[in-house]
């Protein structure tokens, strides 16, 4: 029904600059809270930042001042503008989105996931 599509990860050194891309695409209606979320080997997926419809924004404290969320709502996307990277950043980087879809018989509306992208920061 709906396929969130991220891109943009890579192998970067520390300090540098490393821009994600979620591209959801199906019977969406309409797209309500985006957002990333990382996991490290060996620990829990955690939030990294969220933005709304409207645009208001939610990051994590680790990422304040360094990660920008973005999103084009004519596009479906949303984006994550990493600079000054560091080591512990490392992790796999997954999108989700809360999107409202068309059924045959009204609507549905449920958290949809990419399949994550690698990012890794060397030292």
């Known amino acids: 029904q709906v396929q969130l599509v991220e891109s943009g990860g890579g192998l970067v050194q520390a300090g540098g600059s490393l821009r994600l891309s979620c591209a959801a695409s199906?019977?969406?209606?309409?797209?309500?809270?985006m957002g990333w979320y990382r996991q490290a080997p060996g620990k829990q997926r955690e939030l990294v930042a969220t933005?709304?419809?409207?645009?208001?924004?939610n990051y994590a404290d680790s990422v304040k001042g360094r990660f920008t969320i973005s999103r084009d709502n004519a596009k479906n996307t949303v984006y994550l503008q990493m600079n000054s990277l560091k080591p512990e950043d490392t992790a796999v980087y997954y999108c989700?989105?809360?999107?409202?879809?068309?059924?045959?018989?009204?609507?549905?509306?449920?958290?949809?996931w990419g399949q994550g992208t690698q990012v890794t920061v060397s030292s």
């Open positions: 933005i709304t419809s409207g645009g208001s924004t």
């Open positions: 989700n989105a809360d999107v409202t879809t068309a059924q045959f018989m009204g609507v549905a509306r449920r958290l949809y």
């Open positions: 199906g019977s969406i209606i309409s797209i309500n809270a």
